[in-house]
T-cell receptor
Framework: DAKTTQPNSMESNEEEPVHLPCNHS???????IHWYRQLPSQGPEYVIH???SNVNNRMASLAIAEDRKSSTLILHRATLRDAAVYYC????????????FGTGTSLTVIP | NAGVTQTPKFRVLKTGQSMTLLCAQD?????MYWYRQDPGMGLRLIHY???????AKGEVPDGYNVSRLKKQNFLLGLESAAPSQTSVYFC??????????FGPGTRLTVT
């Protein structure tokens, strides 16, 4: 299975940048890297995705290592509303249409 | 737009009973998914559909059946509920492979 490894939890101070790491050493050439987040008692929410190049959108940035075996989700200024579980997911290639969510990283934002 | 809605929000079943969970989306999405989330775990894919009249198995399909008779609806059935099926069930839909939109979830308890 094309699985990912993330720290169980991280903390950040409000209004500071947050770097959430993800290792995916078994990634295949056609796997996309997706990030979702899940706020308490809600369904997951799409954050960003990428294949090889770094990506930016209004929510976050995704930095992908040159060998694609790791990636980092960057929240530029953490707010209290960013407190959630963040999932790094591979899709495509070996996984086809399926997403494997894993257990994610629980982000705590400290006021 | 209501997005993705799920019915019911909560349900308690006795072992052996059957029920159907309804997922509806008003975004004209081709792809629809059913996931389950157990306490402290990430989401696991049960079944998915890539279009009206099609279904496919996900990571944990045993004990569940699905149907996609209309493009906007995706039904998840439990024929004979077991305590191991106690979970929160999320439905999602997507236009393509990238951004999935999730519903609010159905909390199911099987006693």
């Amino acid at each position: 299975d094309a699985k990912t490894t993330q720290p169980n939890s991280m903390e950040s101070n409000e209004e500071e940048p947050v770097h959430l790491p993800c290792n995916h050493s078994t990634i295949s050439g056609t796997d996309y890297i997706h990030w979702y987040r899940q706020l308490p008692s809600q369904g997951p929410e799409y954050v960003i995705h990428g294949l090889t190049s770094n990506v930016n959108n209004r929510m976050a940035s995704l930095a992908i290592a040159e060998d694609r075996k790791s990636s980092t989700l960057i929240l530029h200024r953490a707010t209290l509303r960013d407190a959630a579980v963040y999932y790094c997911i591979l899709r495509g290639g070996k996984t086809g249409n399926q997403f494997y969510f894993g257990t994610g990283t629980s982000l705590t934002v400290i006021p | 737009n209501a997005g993705v809605t799920q019915t019911p929000k909560f349900r308690v079943l006795k072992t052996g009973q059957s029920m159907t969970l309804l997922c509806a989306q008003d975004m004209n999405h081709e792809y629809m998914y059913w996931y389950r989330q157990d306490p402290g775990m990430g989401l696991r894919l049960i079944h998915y559909s890539v279009g009206e009249g099609t279904t496919a198995k996900g990571e944990v399909p045993d004990g569940y059946n699905v149907s996609r008779l209309k493009k906007q609806n995706f039904l998840l059935g439990l024929e004979s509920a077991a305590p191991s099926q106690t979970s929160v069930y999320f439905c999602a839909s997507s236009y393509d492979y990238y951004e999935q939109y999730f519903g609010p979830g159905t909390r199911l308890t099987v006693t």
